[in-house]
């Protein structure tokens, strides 16, 4: 069974630049989850998707993070502008149900915002 | 606000030696999941604790969710190079799901 599929894996942009990371979940699974881990923590949810719909963004900085998951399946994650406080592990991860039980993790996208 | 808070930070000890790391709130959650984290990798899960006072046995690794369901203790019996990594908590509190921290563990040979 193939894992969860991040691209890029590395990223270097300038602040105020855009940047924009994929992610393919486990086929099958309905829950898809990006997280944000700064250097010495744990990943902070970002937001939450059932199929294509939006169960949680309570902690997404809406001014300038979007996300998207256009039939269910892939998602993108965008950043724009950027600033210095972004540079981060960017990780994706998909489960079964939507109570973020066992859920299965991508290799994440590291950005550095310069 | 429910927050994991895990302990110790950071534990660097010898191969064959035995090791506990915590994991503990003044939250109850409905359910704990412990995972381990490589450099450049993402998570692993290892496992999900739900009833109060349950215990799981991974091989050398032992698991156990507090009575009151708001802590968790990692047991890892004589420790291998292989152990070495970020170990995370995570649970849902306040229909929120929350990771700590982690424990860094380094297993010298």
């Known amino acids: 069974e193939a894992g969860v599929a991040q691209s890029p894996r590395y990223k270097i942009i300038e602040k105020r630049q855009s940047v924009a990371f994929w992610c393919n979940p486990i086929?099958?699974?309905?829950?898809l989850y990006w997280y944000q881990q700064i250097l010495g923590q744990g990943p902070k949810l970002l937001i939450q998707?059932?199929?294509?719909?939006?169960?949680?963004d309570s902690q997404l900085p809406k001014d300038r993070f979007s996300a998207e998951r256009l039939k269910g399946v892939d998602s993108t994650l965008k950043i724009q502008p950027a600033k210095l406080e972004d540079s981060a592990v960017y990780l994706c991860?998909?489960?079964?149900?939507?109570?973020?039980?066992?859920?299965?993790f991508g290799p994440g996208t590291r950005l550095t915002v310069t | 606000t429910q927050l994991l808070e895990q302990s110790p930070q950071f534990l660097s000890i010898q191969e064959g030696e035995n090791l506990t790391v915590y994991c503990n709130s003044s939250?109850?959650?409905?359910?704990l999941q412990w995972y381990r984290q490589e450099p450049g990798e993402g998570p692993v899960l290892l496992v999900t604790?739900?009833?109060?006072?349950e215990v799981k046995k991974l091989k050398r690794l032992t698991f156990q969710f507090g009575d009151a369901r708001k802590d968790s203790s990692l047991h890892i019996t004589a420790a291998q190079p292989g152990d070495t990594g970020l170990y995370l908590c995570?649970?849902?509190?306040?229909?929120?799901?929350?990771f700590g921290k982690g424990t860094r563990l380094h297993i010298l040979p």
């Open positions: 991860a998909s489960s079964w149900g939507d109570r973020g039980y066992e859920q299965y």
């Open positions: 086929s099958g699974h309905a829950t």
């Open positions: 998707f059932q199929n294509n719909g939006v169960v949680d």
């Open positions: 939250s109850v959650f409905s359910s």
């Open positions: 604790v739900v009833t109060g006072g």
């Open positions: 995570a649970g849902r509190g306040d229909d929120k799901i929350i």
